[in-house]
């Protein structure tokens, strides 16, 4: 139960979850544990800006297998805030969003690594790190540096891996690197094998219910 007039802690976790898989769960749980928060929501993309010649599975089938992922998870949840504009998104433009919904709680944005080195080609970046709090997850295989981003950006900076939860936040937005999701799943790599094989071999990889309604609808073949 959240206190009437407490500031909440809240993060979104945008991307195209497709499919969603045991890895993104891991990491709602996850920061649910470390970071306190009251509500965790992946935040699926119309189409991702940055990847304009990758045409995701329709926003229907990825929010259908979110929602059966996340149905037992009280804290767990998924936004529609970028299907429903049913168009690319800068996530600046999101972000500002979600500032002027949520007004009077915290706002965590959760990036995984990659995006991190990479985010200097995102739109308005130093814009995004400074807008608000944000949550880089490590990730196998990708090494992790901060000589390429601003002097500003680097004094937002906490260094969490190695530590244990639940961690401490501050008064002022940070961004926070934690190593303590640790998944080797690739979306990409599970796509690629049903295509290969038109059937579902790594059902170890995502949850029984989005298995089956991969199944069911035939996706990825």
């Known amino acids: 139960m959240i206190e009437a007039g407490r500031s909440r802690n809240i993060a979104f ?3 195209t979850f497709d499919p969603v898989h045991n890895g993104h769960l891991s990491i709602g749980k996850k920061l649910v544990e470390l970071f306190d928060l009251d509500r965790f929501f992946f935040l699926p993309a119309f189409h991702a800006p940055h990847k304009p010649d990758s045409k995701p599975t329709s926003g229907y089938h990825r929010f259908a297998m979110l929602t059966l992922a996340t149905d037992d998870e009280p804290k ?15 996530s600046f433009d999101t972000l500002t969003e979600l500032m002027t919904i949520y007004p009077q709680d915290r706002v965590f944005f959760v990036m995984g690594a990659d995006s991190w080195m990479d985010i200097r080609t995102w739109h308005r970046w130093e814009e995004v790190l400074l807008l608000t709090d944000h949550i880089v997850v490590s990730r196998p295989g ?14 937002r900076i906490v260094d969490v891996r190695g530590g244990k939860g ?4 501050r008064n ?9 999701v640790h998944f080797d799943i690739s979306a990409t790599d599970i796509r690629e094998d049903i295509r290969d ?3 579902l071999d790594r059902t ?16 990825y073949r």
């Open 172 to 180: 002022t937005p940070t961004i926070y690197f934690t190593d303590a």
């Open 76 to 90: 767990i949840s998924v936004s529609t805030l970028e299907l429903d504009h049913a168009r690319s998104r800068y």
């Open 13 to 15: 976790f945008g991307g």
């Open 166 to 169: 639940p961690i401490a936040t």
């Open 204 to 219: 170890d990889d995502v949850p029984d219910v989005v298995a089956k309604y991969i199944e069911k609808y035939e996706l």
């Open 142 to 155: 990708y090494a992790i540096s901060f000589d390429h981003v601003s002097d500003a950006v680097r004094e």
């Open 197 to 199: 094989d038109a059937v």
